[in-house]
C-alpha cells in the first residue's frame, strides 16, 4: 500500500536558518505529492504540490523537487521566519487507476525563533 | 484556489448530546469529500469517504452509527456525532476532492469539546 514517511520533529531553528523537512514514499503507482501546512488551530492549507518526477513545486519561498529515483519530497527553505512556525505534512495520492484518497505522513512540526 | 468551509470552528456540548458539523465546498462541486479526525500533536486520521448520494465508507475501527455522515449534495456533506461522550474530543477535519481529482481541499477543522 501507500505510505509517507516524514522526520521526526521538532525541528527548532532560528530566523533565517535553512530549513530541511525530508520527506519519502512508497506508492504502487505514479501519484502527485504534496506539502501541506497547518497553522495552530486550523485545518490543512495546501502548500505546494508536484505530479509528475523532476517537478519542482514552490510557494512563499518553500519548494520541494519530486525525485522518483530516490522516491523522495525533500521541503526547503532558504531562510525561515518566525511566521513560518506550524505543522508541515507531507502526503500523496495516486491516481489515476489507484486511490484519490490522500494518504498523510504523521507531520513535522516547524518552531522558529527569533 | 477551490474553497472549502468548515461550520462551526469550535463547539462545545454536554455528554450524550449530538453535534452536527458542516463541510461545504463553496465554488466547486464535490463528489467525493473526506472526514478526518486528529489528536493533539498526531497526524490525520481518516475516518469515512463521503460520495455524494452514497452512503459513506468507513476506515476500519470507525463507528459508522456514532459518526454519521451525510452528502446529499454536491456541495454538502454532514458528520454528526451521536451522543457524544468526552473521548470524542478532537479536532475534526472535512475535505474535499476537487473537479480534476488530482488535489483535496480542506475546510478549517472543527475543535469539538464534550463536557
Known amino acids: 500500500g501507500n505510505s509517507v514517511t516524514q522526520m521526526e520533529g521538532p525541528v527548532t531553528l532560528s530566523e533565517e536558518a535553512f530549513l530541511t523537512i525530508n520527506c519519502t514514499y512508497t506508492a504502487t503507482g505514479y501519484p502527485s505529492l504534496f506539502w501541506y501546512v497547518q497553522y495552530p488551530g486550523e485545518g490543512l492549507q495546501l502548500l505546494l504540490k508536484?505530479?509528475?518526477?523532476?517537478d519542482k513545486g514552490s510557494n512563499k519561498g518553500f519548494e520541494a523537487t519530486y525525485r522518483k529515483e530516490t522516491t523522495s519530497f525533500h521541503l526547503e527553505k532558504g531562510s525561515v521566519q518566525v511566521s513560518d512556525s506550524a505543522v508541515y505534512f507531507c502526503a500523496l495520492s495516486d491516481p489515476p487507476g489507484g486511490s484519490y484518497i490522500p494518504t498523510f505522513g504523521r507531520g513535522t512540526s516547524l518552531i522558529v525563533h527569533p | 484556489g477551490a474553497v472549502v468551509s468548515q461550520h462551526p470552528s469550535w463547539v462545545i456540548c454536554k455528554s450524550g448530546t449530538s453535534v452536527k458539523i458542516e463541510c461545504r465546498s463553496l465554488d466547486f462541486q464535490a463528489t467525493t469529500m473526506f472526514w478526518y479526525r486528529q489528536f493533539p500533536k498526531q497526524s490525520l486520521m481518516l475516518m469515512a469517504t463521503s460520495n455524494e448520494g452514497s452512503k459513506a465508507t468507513y476506515e476500519q475501527g470507525v463507528e459508522k452509527d456514532k459518526f454519521l455522515i451525510n452528502h446529499a449534495s454536491l456541495t454538502l456533506s454532514t458528520l454528526t456525532v451521536t451522543s457524544a461522550h468526552p473521548e470524542d474530543s478532537s479536532f475534526y477535519i472535512c475535505?474535499?476532492?476537487?473537479?480534476?481529482?488530482?488535489?483535496?481541499?480542506f475546510g478549517q477543522g472543527t475543535r469539538l469539546t464534550v463536557v
Open positions: 475535505s474535499a476532492l476537487g473537479t480534476e481529482n488530482t488535489e483535496a481541499f
Open positions: 508536484a505530479t509528475k518526477a523532476d
